[in-house]
DNA sequence: GGTTCCATTGAGACCCAGTATCGTTCAGCG
DNA sequence: CGCTGAACGATACTGGGTCTCAATGGAACC
């Protein structure tokens, strides 16, 4: 919202509107999620709408875009600020994690090749904690 | 070719046709490129043909799945053991790289999130040698 | 508050990647 | 050679995402 502000852009009712559903959203979510939660809760938001705002937040930094290992497109909130996710494979919970360390391995591949490296991305997959536990208890299937 | 033979699987037409149109790319392709490809050759290979052909091959190893910036899907032909990419946001050129200095990485980051990383993916985008060396020739611009 | 202007919107057509279906073909094997 | 099921091509279908266009409504200025 401030970001928004902040970047000249227009705070609107849609806008406003999808801040707050991503706002508490607990894990990741995908654009269907948000137009069918749109939809359901009456908000008048259009799908292409929604589109344009993920579009919009992901420029601004707050929401980032995940490529799930199956393929899919999915969302996370976030800070503004570099950085990575941990996904629960499980539950969806994403956990994120700073660069540290990353910096070295990414130097030192950029010495190895020869490659002037611009950008990377890297994704975890796993069990959260309490999905682990929960696997644990449940025996191992 | 042999990794099918090995895998039980039948050495048919179009999957030669195909392994030989791969093997002589240079970077990523998409299966769209394929798909054309094989068309314009007169190849006699159908979309769903070339989808279920990528999907084999990565099943296989030798061929990897990436999820460019821009949100495509491409695919590049590798070795079929655990690694990286890098890629040249310019020419599409890719780099293998192994894991060495990662397993440090999502070790930290287990430990400080409490989360059990099964899996992982890393992804780095940036200009390779000779496209560097063009870029400074021609200004940065 | 009223007016103006243009960014933003919703509806729906559209596009494209990928999947499912189904009748046909052909690789591998005896 | 003849069988059998894996693999095939054509094509219909699905679903994510974009485009178009007329209508709306923030924000800025009076």
Redesign the pocket.
């Known amino acids: 919202m401030a970001a928004?502000?902040g970047a000249?852009?227009?705070?609107?009712?849609?806008?406003r509107a999808?801040s707050r559903l991503i706002a508490e959203r607990r894990g990741h979510f995908?654009?269907?999620d948000l137009?069918a939660e749109a939809r359901s809760k009456q908000?008048?938001?259009?799908?292409?709408?929604?589109?344009?705002?993920?579009?919009?937040f992901e420029d601004l930094g707050v929401v980032e875009r995940l490529d799930l290992p199956s393929?899919?497109?999915a969302y996370v909130p976030c800070e503004p600020i570099h950085h990575h996710h941990v996904i629960c494979s499980r539950c969806g919970r994403t956990e994120e994690i700073d660069d540290r360390g990353i910096d070295e391995v990414t130097g030192s591949i950029a010495r190895r090749t020869g490659y002037r490296i611009d950008s990377h991305r890297l994704e975890l997959f796993g069990l959260c904690p309490a999905c682990a536990a929960a696997m644990a208890e449940n025996g191992p299937a």
Chains 1, 2 share one sequence.
């Open positions: 928004l502000d000249g852009y227009r705070i609107t009712g849609p806008r999808l995908t654009a269907a137009v908000l008048g938001v259009g799908r292409a709408t929604v589109f344009r705002a993920l579009d919009l393929g899919e497109h």
